[in-house]
């Protein structure tokens, strides 16, 4: 049998502890499927004595996880330590350098450092994975770098924040407001204490950027993701997308349309009929369109500690068995970095929603400036509700350019009628 | 550059045209993605002459299959011949035994005889892949064998079979009885002109078995699939289904219970709310259920040229980038036979429906026999249409013993009151 191959796991919070947790238990059925042993060897973390339901007195304890890259021990680091900088980064990087392996589960590292570290590991002659990255326990990066390798892939979207999902579930369930879900998502843990991650989209635009990548074959762009989040959702918007059989998801969705590619993280309207509606709560999903294979979808736990370190061992035992994959499924100069399309210039189907005053005269001073920005309209509602002296009202667009609408709604927000701007939201057909 | 890998497709139906395409239209994309150049040298089919919408005059052409075994200028075969036996076998097993690598979409060849296949590719050190074997397009032997491969899988179930997916959907949305949207599916190309394999549940049943071996890393068992296809079913069952807030799918479920092994493919009930509940048509969907994962679904199209072509490129992808995965996950002489548990002691609720005659004393009658045989009774519904002289009767369990089920609904099929005897459906409550 081969030697065996030497963890380290840097990092041991919740996905840490579950990582430990997993090779313990599969450490026969790991040599069977490799060939070879697996086993930790070193971990790291910043408190020794902090108590994590996991044994880890047999192995040798670094406190600067930067160390374990110098360490003859150690054939693959395993990097849960998370950030874009840091010991996070200087720890993968090193690691590279001494020729070591590295499995992370570190979205924002890959994202935004993916080009250089992806150069590195090859010039090094080893593995950089991170399955653990994007949609926590879906297998979305082996799907996209070698189960779907033989499309040319069109356009990658999803479900990527389970914590959006969860809030947005929840807004649309009961009713509430923003503020009130976020409050108690933290209180379940759903949510982090700082959610600005999650709830802005930037953990979403992390995940894309990379999915993106793999998709189109060129440079990950993590700068070129233009992304909103979820905060400025109101409950009106739930309900009047419910009234017209949408629900508004946080989606990623990359696209190479005409050689360019597009990359955004927003709040959509999805029609309720799609599959990508029905997957509610903390539950992330991906749609992959490829030329040959049409549409694929897959969906599952987008984060936590059992599927991430699912995640991490499948990383491990693909290394164990000695199956390389070019980072982002082509060698690193192979990637081929292609202009990037601006949400301005796409063509589409809008919600937009105002707040104005409940008088007369104000569809007709609204529409006129839409008609003079050629956004023609499909359906227009309008609430009554004029014991506060101001009611939503809301279009529905035909195909338009989103420029049109964002000039349309500038010039509509110097209007004495409107007493809250615009909420645009975007109509995802499919 | 590593050599060029050398191709041939066995089998120029719609799927080798895709496949001959699929790699004209990829053959640099390859390279990047392996470091080698992937190159079609030879085909093979019945007539040379067919016009497949493909130029193959540039590729060496075998009138006898067989006879690529022998071949120098061939280092991967790609068999699309199909059949578990004649030619596709010997093919297989002398191409193997040749030492070159075969890729697979015959999933009876590798349910019924996967398992000394397996060796011989083991033994002779090439690589024997099937993805598109199993639900077309969807990745999803490589999710089990090596995303997942973390996990201990608890259960494997899914829609397998588009065909009959395609029946259910359509018997559900236009009311009509099993045959007439048989005849129409088989105009539209979507069921074949002998639809046995499909309807009777065979294909699922492959399908299934191939996926049990990973899953459970045991031997594939394709004779221990318990198997019911569609024919019987009703549009009377599919109405009832529809009010009790259900929807009846041909499901394939293998699970692992106490260290044994059930595999059933049958029509069942499904929650209205499950996500396998939503997919229709010919879509088909794969739900794994892992210890460290949880719940992951793929979904994606179940068959035709172009999703079949992609997973057959996969798998090409794979052995030209030299990634090499045992057959079944696990080495051959690692997969431990597990013993199969019968349906029959299953627990659950069931769905059992017959014709009787509308008179006095029938729901006394049999609920008199259910009682004798430990069964209860959740719900029960009558339809009064009694014009004929006979209705409808459904009952709904509570949770019971499937064999109690059957030895009841035998002594029942006795009774004067039943005109026709009890269909019976097993509720899957995920």
Known sequence: MAEALRIAVAGLGTVGAGVVKLINARAAEMTARTGRMVTITTVSARDRNRDRGIDVSGYAWVDDARDIADRDDVDVVV??????????????????????????????????????????????GVALAYEAAVAGGIPIIKALREGLAGNA??????????????????????????????????????????????????????????????????????????????????SVDIEFARELDYRIKLLGVAELNDGAVLQTVRPCMVSRDAPIAKVESVTNAVVVEGDFVGQTILEGPGAGEGPTASSVASDIIDIAAGRNCPVFGVRADALQPLPAQAPESLFGRYYIRWIVKDQAGVIAEISSVLRDHRISIESLLQRGDSDVGTVPLVIITHGVVEADVRNAVAEISDLDCVVVDAQVIRIVEN
């Open 153 to 234: 892939v069109s356009r990658v979207s999803g479900i990527l924040n389970g914590t959006c999902n969860y809030i947005l579930t929840e807004m649309r369930e009961t009713g509430r407001d923003f503020a009130g879900v976020l409050a108690d998502a933290q209180a379940l843990g759903y949510a982090e204490a700082d959610p600005t991650f999650d709830v802005d989209g930037i953990d979403a635009a992390h995940k894309l950027a990379i999915m993106a990548a793999i998709a189109f074959k060129r440079p990950v762009d993590f700068d070129g993701v233009s992304t909103e989040g979820i905060r400025k959702l109101s």
């Open 79 to 124: 990097e849960l330590i998370g950030g874009s900088e840091g010991v996070a980064k200087d720890l993968v990087e090193a690691s590279l350098r001494a020729g070591k392996s590295v499995v992370t589960a570190n979205k924002a590292l890959i994202a935004i450092h993916g080009n250089e570290l992806a150069k590195l590991a090859e010039e090094n």
